[in-house]
């Protein structure tokens, strides 16, 4: 299944309330070592925005979420943080510990590192509640990125279908997350941003995930700014 998705926010936005959808929540990870990178990814400055604010900027006003990591600074109110313990046992013990904040029925996961996701959680949100095919309900949507790959922690999951498998897999510290999604029924959703730069339409992977310093500069090229070196 291929989608375009029209409303890549990029200005630090928020999108509208949303009518008819049942409730959602955003888990956000952002306790990871960031050993590519070489330093906190959050706090990342991309064009005067930083890399949270920019996964964050798409989402509904009224969405909950939660962030699974130290406490950052962030433009968007509302904004909750809880962190495993003891820290750094990977995105399960995050997801672990976030959803313990989570009273909705739906849980979207993204990696901190999304700054282009944009809408994209909406669209996984509907995606998954759209079962008007007769087909069995999935317990979870995974957004597929450019080169095909199902993407774990860029997904609309069904909150007790994800706590369930979970705990299905024992201690959590050092859990993979591979072996969760491998007891959920899953689907996927492949979705292709697109926006104007520098006088031309491109089509960008809301997906991309900034794990190095060259991503960092080539994210801050396609806005037209250079990479701030901290």
Same mark, same amino acid.
């Given at each position: 299944?291929?989608?375009?998705?029209?409303?890549?926010?990029?200005?630090?936005?928020?999108?509208?309330?949303?009518?008819?959808?049942?409730?959602?929540?955003?888990?956000?990870?952002?306790?990871?070592?960031?050993?590519?990178?070489?330093?906190?990814?959050?706090?990342?400055?991309?064009?005067?925005?930083?890399?949270?604010?920019?996964?964050?900027?798409?989402?509904?006003?009224?969405?909950?979420?939660?962030?699974?990591?130290?406490?950052?600074?962030?433009?968007?109110?509302?904004?909750?943080?809880?962190?495993?313990?003891?820290?750094?046992?990977?995105?399960?013990?995050?997801?672990? #510990?976030?959803?313990? $904040?989570?009273? &909705?029925? *739906?849980? @979207?996961?993204?990696?901190? /590192?999304?700054?282009?996701?944009?809408? +994209?959680?909406?669209?996984?949100?509907?995606?998954?509640?759209?079962?008007?095919?007769?087909?069995?309900?999935?317990?979870?949507?995974?957004?597929?990125?450019?080169?095909?790959?199902?993407?774990?922690?860029?997904?609309?999951?069904?909150?007790?279908?994800?706590?369930?498998?979970?705990?299905?897999?024992?201690?959590?510290?050092?859990?993979?997350?591979?072996?969760?999604?491998?007891?959920?029924?899953?689907?996927?959703?492949?979705?292709? #941003?697109?926006?104007? $730069?520098?006088? &031309?339409? *491109?089509? @960008?992977?809301?997906?991309? /995930?900034?794990?190095?310093?060259?991503? +960092?500069?080539?994210?801050?090229?396609?806005?037209?700014?250079?990479?701030?070196?901290?």
């Amino acid at each position: 299944m291929r989608r375009v998705l029209a409303d890549w926010r990029h200005d630090g936005g928020m999108s509208d309330p949303e009518d008819g959808v049942p409730p959602w929540a955003v888990v956000v990870l952002t306790g990871g070592g960031s050993r590519r990178m070489g330093q906190d990814k959050a706090t990342l400055d991309v064009a005067g925005v930083t890399l949270l604010d920019r996964t964050l900027a798409g989402l509904p006003v009224d969405v909950d979420v939660i962030v699974a990591g130290p406490p950052v600074s962030v433009a968007r109110s509302g904004v909750r943080f809880v962190q495993e313990d003891p820290p750094g046992g990977g995105p399960v013990a995050g997801i672990d #510990a976030a959803l313990a $904040a989570v009273t &909705a029925p *739906v849980a @979207v996961i993204l990696a901190t /590192d999304l700054p282009l996701v944009g809408t +994209l959680p909406t669209q996984l949100v509907h995606a998954l509640l759209d079962t008007d095919d007769g087909a069995p309900a999935p317990d979870a949507v995974l957004a597929v990125d450019a080169s095909g790959r199902a993407q774990q922690l860029c997904g609309a999951y069904r909150t007790a279908a994800l706590r369930r498998a979970i705990d299905e897999g024992g201690p959590v510290s050092g859990a993979a997350m591979r072996s969760v999604v491998e007891r959920l029924n899953t689907s996927t959703l492949s979705v292709i #941003a697109v926006r104007e $730069a520098r006088g &031309a339409t *491109v089509e @960008v992977d809301p997906t991309w /995930d900034i794990d190095t310093p060259e991503d +960092l500069h080539a994210l801050n090229d396609l806005f037209g700014e250079r990479a701030t070196d901290h």
